[in-house]
């Protein structure tokens, strides 16, 4: 068992994060082989225990004090717990992201030089009620060999213990170290301080939860972190859009589902259009429950659109509202996002190639899309297989955050006995 | 002229991060030809400024109250003055690093998936007396897209400011942003304070120094950092190493220069080629001026070395200072340099491969060489053609960071109208 007796938070943490990395040491020599029979062992063991989990939730359920939208993040039933198992031998039957040869050159002097990804280290996951981040942060950590740290939130903490219990029987299956994946002894908020001191102890951090926690990590975080921040993300109906083609892709962009990072929050229409194509894009998404909003110029062509304040087109809705404005032309366009956007997710709609390019190559942002909804901005879109989230920062990974992104590298250099001059 | 009157260094540092914000999107947009063109024209403006660089270096140097190795850091002279616009001019020879395809792929509803580089966005170079650092920083962060903000040593200030005139010049002749090159505009600590806290602002710290800069940067910064850490390398005399080999090998990698962080500090042999090799090493060493500590089996071989503690082998000597320990091979090796070492670069020499490929899958480090001197660890030698500094951290970049370091990257996702289901 990881749980440590110990009542220092502190403590705690720098006894498993001495232990993780002893264990990640062990990871990054362990066969992929073993990883796979680990993955699949532990999908069997969350299946297997089924009754504990599903009663561990239930007290997690009792215990809580919260309602709506947050009970149903934490609430796991039968079928929820099938396709977190599932979820994790998925990640089994992706191609191994250790040992690839990235790059690979000779020097004039013979040397022979390669970039080969490794695993990183130890990774801490901070995370909320959903218990499911337990399962896949493991299974995606093991399977590109790094050892895992779990914080997750108190609400769901019976759960994640069981979840946990399964997870280190999938490693014991395969002959790995119990401390691959552990779970914070404690949810007393020191040991996420610890955490985020670790400076050298923990490799990498990835908080996944809502915007105050991630502020929080990033805030007080020593070492390295991979998170999600905001997420404007902006349409633009070019001039040569093909009618058709916007409509679908605005209502897909920003009401398939509304609270996730990948919706479009703002509408950019180029004047050259708007009269022609504003009224069809508002009628279709107000008949599907959608409040929109204008600038002066879109409320010219529809004066029944509310208005937009400049603070509505700074702000991330995550709901059934869309901002409005009608700009001229790319430049136009560009200018907005660049005042306006948090790099995340840009697409534009037009038939016009170098329109396009220019819009790609003007706009600054992790994910940029040339007819196409935003809401592909996702990892299992990418083909990556599963995520263990979208990262908005510039070092290290941005966009979705697969096996791939948990890798470092590093360089090996092959000599037949030269020396430097 | 960049020097802002602003007598809060908060303040200043604000104002000059927001322009180089607006810099970094004109250098984004920029084509690689007119970043060339500002490089070669910033070389030729270091050379024209030849007169007032070495009169600000003489004031420097006469104002300074250090002494020796540093002061002979901050010393320019025409030769060195030669050089360092040479190293500029080398920056344009090198292949552009931005808008490389690193990836591309297809998913199966037809979505063309591509990762491309661009750059990280605003970087923050802080270092100490050596005034070449603004030019060679310059240079590969404005052939990489990225604004930099230089903020060096106080002793070497005026120099400074007479080599960012010159850069700037570059910049201005290729119709480039003055503001892509800032120099800070006052010697306050608190400027260094509000660069480290500037999250958002600056993408990316790179410190140049000695250890306690870096260590006082990584402690304080809000922001990602790229840093160099310790370098506690290893060279491994396996059993089956050529002897002849062995002993050049070591020789260079200890003593061709001793202050450099990939000079080897400790060598491990092998108890089975110990008492043939290890007399042989030391002499050559020894008659070089190396002094030689040896662990007790060391000793037991050659009676006259001075004993090793275990202090001894967590030592980055950085001097003509080698310890030395007899191990029971690549396990006994493998064990040693987990225990002692700093990830940085070590080595193994041997005839055996598969002894090799033990070694080089086992051992964590962020450069692992097989029959290679250590001091091989270089971005130059790497063929990099230019370096920024090596990165002993596990995140974005690991050893010689050049211009493909200096790099992010974004996804463009091409659709033909798809909506996400």
Known sequence: MNHIASPDPAVALRDQARAARIAARALAGSSDAQRLEALLAAARALRGAETAILSANAADLAGSKAKGSFLDRLRLDR????????GVAAVASLPDPLGRVLAEWDRPNGLRLRRVSVPIGVIGMIYESRPNVGADAGALCLRSGNAVLLRGGSESA?????????????????GLP????????????????????????IDLIIPRGGKSLVERVQAEARIPVLA???ALNHSYVHQDADPAMARRLLVNAKMRRTGVCSATETLLI????????LPGIVAELRALGCRCLGDARARAILPDLDPASTEDFHTEWLDSVLSIAVVDGIDAALAHIAAHGSTHTEAIITENADAAARFLNGVDAAVVMWNASTQFCDGGEFGFGAEIGIATGRLHARGPVGLEQLTSYRYEVIGTGQVRP
């Open 79 to 86: 079928a929820r717990l099938s396709a977190m198992a599932d």
């Open 158 to 174: 019976r759960t994640a213990v069981e979840i946990h219990a399964a997870m280190v029987a999938g490693l014991a299956e395969a």
């Open 178 to 201: 119990d401390a691959a994946i552990q779970i914070a002894p404690t949810t007393d908020r020191a040991y996420v301080a610890a955490m985020l001191g670790a400076s050298g102890a």
């Open 228 to 230: 999600h921040g905001d």
């Open 270 to 277: 180029d004047a050259a259009c708007a009269d022609a194509l």
